[in-house]
């Protein structure tokens, strides 16, 4: 147990919801004895992080993965199994925990709306116990790096989302914690933006050795930031492992796009086409049938460019939860 950071073993969470009642007297009724049923938002998940791992959690919407952060974080308890995290139980060692935590929610702010960020910076040092010019000198650097430091005097509700997301990355690592859970970092941001705040944690993780804990429908953050996916589906675990295995096992294609001048001869196939314009075609290739197809494309056009491509994980995982396919071992 030690060697983990995070361990988690058998955790489920069950919430009690309203249930439907048709009729006028079980209507009635429902008004003071509410009917209600359970709902299984987690279903006996274990999984184990070691320190500094960079580990993306994806799921549809519905699959659980809010109801995991919220356990993790030690807003709630598991209904059953055990979470143990830097540890120490999240939910029953919450105030002790969360000293070495960061904690990122999209649709909740770190910042108060009306002040400057520089102002909920100095307020979260002082809860922390950090010396105020030390935590200055913390806030500027990390503000630079990610270009808002011309920002920290401005008013948070002046401040773009893509914006007011850095200042909430920097007021979650100002402790440096040794965990640092994020929902959905990236949103808000362009793809200049984007790519600094990706670098930047990278940075991060490589020298303090944070462990990153991610949740993200962009599975572009995912495949660049981390280098291991747990992937969750109607409150069950259905993958946990390298990208680059799922990749393996679900990727069984490739995209070819060819740029051509002229069509020699025509080109007969009878693959799936992704866009076809009067000198471009980009389509879908088995790995079986790549060599052939190849060698049949050089010989049927004028090639301009001609690209081999991997499938997102993005399509690899639209595929998984399409067709309900089984773990990867």
């Not at 009729?23 to 009724?29: A, C, E, Q, T, V």
């Not at 011309?150 to 948070?156: E, R, Y």
């Amino acid at each position: 147990m030690a060697n983990y950071q995070i361990l988690v073993e058998n955790m489920s969470k069950t919430f009690w919801v309203p249930d439907k009642v048709e009729g006028f007297l079980p209507k009635i009724k429902n008004i003071f004895w509410k009917k209600k049923k359970d709902k299984k938002a987690i279903q006996n998940v274990s999984f184990s992080i070691k320190r500094g791992e960079l580990v993306g959690y994806i799921g549809e919407n519905g699959s659980g993965k809010s109801t995991t952060i919220k356990m993790l974080v030690g807003i709630y308890p598991p209904t059953s199994g055990k979470i143990t995290c830097l540890g120490k139980d999240p939910f029953e060692e919450r105030l002790k925990y969360v000293k070495d935590i960061g904690v990122v929610f999209g649709n909740r702010s770190l910042l108060t709306f009306d002040i400057a960020p520089k102002y909920s910076l100095d307020l979260y040092a002082a809860i922390y116990d950090i010396p105020a010019k030390k935590a200055i000198d913390i806030y500027t650097k990390f503000a630079k790096k990610l270009k808002v430091d011309h920002l920290l005097d401005v008013p948070v509700r002046k401040l773009s989302l893509g914006e007011r997301m850095k200042f909430e990355i920097i007021a979650s690592l100002l402790h440096n914690p040794k965990i640092i859970f994020l929902d959905e970092p990236t949103i808000g941001l362009d793809l200049l933006a984007r790519e600094e705040m990706i670098q930047f944690l990278k940075k991060v993780n490589e020298q303090n050795k944070t462990t990153i804990f991610l949740t993200t429908h962009n599975m572009d953050d995912i495949e660049e930031l981390c280098n291991r996916v747990i992937i969750v589906d109607d409150g069950k675990k259905v993958y946990d492992g390298p990208i680059k295995k799922v990749k393996q096992a679900y990727a069984n294609w490739k995209r070819i796009t060819i740029v051509f001048r002229n069509k020699f001869k025509p080109f007969v196939h009878r693959f799936p086409v992704f866009e076809k314009r009067k000198d471009y075609l980009q389509f879908k290739c088995p790995n079986d049938k790549l060599k052939q197809t190849i060698s049949q494309v050089v010989d049927c056009f004028d090639i301009i460019d001609l690209k081999i491509e991997e499938p997102q994980l993005k399509e690899i995982v639209k595929k998984i939860y399409k067709e309900k396919m089984v773990k990867v071992k």
